[in-house]
């Protein structure tokens, strides 16, 4: 029952944000009582950081087996991760950060110490395989993808009512890969982007 409700929580978050769910609505949704929700989770708080870090379980499990070769790994990475995100309204984010300060610590510590030393190294293993042009720098440039994952769904900057996330998440992925691949990475880089 404790994966079937943080399934249905984050089901819910994802489409409606956080914020606008309450326990209600996941007992409701579940065809359960609330008494049946705190057997499992003392609180809301407790639920939402549950279902996320059940999803990014998920996530860390989609993303093993990488390919050997850093940029179709990388593209491999940028796209589960896209598809991940896919779908997840822009006020969980925004509804995670203001109301939710403990789930939103473990998003951040999620990119800072496993996506941030996963880029860092992918960008290493590239350079030394003249995959990656070797006058980047691998921290600057990590820290730049980890910082795009905030940009795109941020609604000062990319407002869906006049940007498709989606297509925008896709823009600024091939644009970051594109000006760190050497010629020789641009085939696996072709080759990756093909497959898609």
């Known amino acids: 029952m404790k994966n079937k409700i943080l399934q249905t929580a984050f089901d819910l978050y994802r489409r409606f944000g956080i914020k606008s769910i309450s326990m209600d609505t996941v007992a409701q949704e579940l065809a359960a009582s609330k008494k049946t929700i705190y ?26 087996n990488s390919p050997e ?3 179709e790994a990388l593209v491999k990475t940028l796209r589960l991760h896209n598809e991940k995100v896919v779908g997840i309204n822009v006020a969980f984010f925004y509804d995670l950060k203001k109301y939710h300060f403990q789930a939103h610590q473990k998003l951040d510590r999620y990119l800072a110490e496993e996506l941030r030393p996963y880029f860092i190294k992918n960008l290493q293993n590239g350079i030394e395989k003249g995959l990656y042009r070797n006058d980047i720098d691998p921290e600057i440039v990590a820290n730049l993808c980890i910082a795009s994952f905030s940009v795109v769904v941020d609604q000062d900057v990319f407002p869906v009512s006049q940007f498709n996330q989606q297509e925008v998440r896709m823009q600024v992925f091939k644009l970051f890969l594109r000006g760190i691949v050497t010629s020789e990475g641009k085939r696996f880089l072709q080759s990756a982007s093909e497959e898609n």
């Open 69 to 71: 070769n850093s940029v």
């Open 39 to 64: 057997q499992w989770f003392e609180n809301k708080d407790k639920l939402v950081e549950a279902a996320l870090n059940e999803f990014l379980q998920q996530v860390r499990t989609s993303s093993e």
